[in-house]
């Protein structure tokens, strides 16, 4: 059993995997100021709550898009596990072969969610991942990253319309029960999830019309829950994706 964490811009995500299989799935909110003894607490307490013992965990492995946390998290775990701990980056092996004019510039979230769908989706294939920015990970048929897309995520969105329109305020991410709002809330959470529902279809048939045929659809990330229901295209809801995938690459590189 390993300890899996990614660090994004607005939730730290922690599972236990066990091969294939997480043991839990857990979030604490990303906090930059926070120490290593202060994420070390917050990570054990989370292990504590699931009775996992230090002595089960052979190692850890961490993936994060905000390098001022990372090399903190990486000592707090190691403080915690008392073993070196792996960060995908520079030197990692994944297995994967990326097709875009700078490969150092690819996140290390969309190399293992990559690395964890080639593993258990059929190609060619789609991956949404949806929290503070909304990306797409483009694979070909023959397992090949050739590209993707970032736009807003759904909560940058609504904050930024927010901050801008005056009269109105901030909403819980629900759908209402039409998508005609009837008052000023029902139509911000109409057209906050079934514009990204919409948004999410259309580009997959714009990039299936450049893949030249169809393609599966994978959806992970802190939002997806809320927007893939509303989807008429058919996706994949796959909430560990990430988590999968760094058990497959921290299982490459074991010595």
Same mark, same amino acid.
Do not use: W
């Given at each position: 059993?390993?300890?899996?964490?990614?660090?994004?811009?607005?939730?730290?995500? *922690?599972?236990?995997?066990?091969?294939?299989?997480?043991?839990?799935?857990?979030?604490?909110?990303?906090?930059?100021?926070?120490?290593?003894?202060?994420?070390?607490?917050?990570?054990?307490?989370?292990?504590?709550?699931?009775?996992?013992?230090?002595?089960? %965990?052979? =190692?850890?492995?961490?993936?994060?898009?905000?390098?001022?946390?990372?090399?903190?998290?990486?000592? @707090?775990?190691?403080?915690? %596990?008392?073993?070196?701990?792996?960060?995908? #980056?520079?030197?990692?092996?994944?297995?994967?072969?990326?097709?875009?004019?700078?490969?150092?510039?690819? =996140?290390?979230?969309?190399?293992?969610?990559?690395? @964890?769908?080639? @593993?258990?989706?059929?190609?060619?294939?789609?991956?949404?991942?949806?929290?503070?920015?909304?990306?797409?990970?483009?694979?070909?048929?023959?397992?090949?990253?050739?590209?993707?897309? *970032?736009?807003?995520?759904?909560?940058?969105?609504?904050?930024? %319309?927010?901050?801008?329109?005056?009269?109105?305020? #901030?909403?819980?991410?629900?759908?209402?029960?039409?998508?005609?709002?009837?008052?000023?809330?029902?139509?911000?959470?109409?057209? @906050?999830?079934?514009?990204?529902?919409?948004?999410? &279809?259309?580009?997959?048939?714009?990039?299936?019309?450049?893949? &030249?045929?169809?393609?599966?659809?994978?959806?992970?990330?802190?939002?997806?829950?809320?927007?893939?229901?509303?989807?008429?295209?058919?996706?994949?809801?796959?909430?560990?994706?990430?988590?999968? =995938? %760094?058990?497959?690459?921290?299982?490459?590189?074991?010595?």
């Amino acid at each position: 059993m390993i300890l899996a964490i990614d660090i994004g811009n607005t939730n730290i995500v *922690i599972g236990c995997m066990d091969g294939n299989r997480a043991i839990f799935v857990e979030r604490l909110s990303t906090v930059r100021t926070k120490t290593e003894l202060e994420y070390a607490i917050d990570i054990k307490n989370v292990l504590d709550i699931y009775h996992i013992r230090n002595q089960e %965990l052979e =190692g850890g492995i961490i993936s994060s898009v905000v390098p001022q946390i990372t090399t903190v998290a990486k000592m @707090a775990v190691e403080k915690i %596990l008392k073993k070196e701990v792996l960060v995908v #980056g520079a030197g990692i092996r994944t297995g994967l072969n990326i097709r875009i004019d700078n490969p150092a510039q690819l =996140g290390s979230d969309l190399v293992v969610d990559s690395v @964890a769908a080639i @593993a258990e989706y059929p190609v060619p294939m789609l991956i949404f991942d949806m929290g503070t920015a909304n990306t797409v990970c483009v694979i070909d048929k023959n397992k090949n990253y050739v590209g993707g897309m *970032i736009y807003p995520g759904i909560g940058v969105s609504l904050d930024s %319309l927010t901050a801008n329109a005056s009269q109105l305020g #901030g909403i819980s991410l629900e759908a209402p029960e039409h998508i005609i709002g009837k008052n000023t809330v029902e139509c911000m959470k109409s057209g @906050a999830i079934y514009s990204s529902a919409a948004a999410i &279809d259309g580009l997959i048939d714009r990039l299936e019309e450049e893949l &030249d045929g169809e393609v599966t659809v994978i959806a992970t990330g802190g939002l997806a829950k809320k927007i893939v229901p509303y989807c008429r295209r058919k996706i994949i809801l796959d909430d560990e994706l990430l988590l999968k =995938g %760094l058990a497959i690459i921290y299982h490459k590189n074991r010595k």
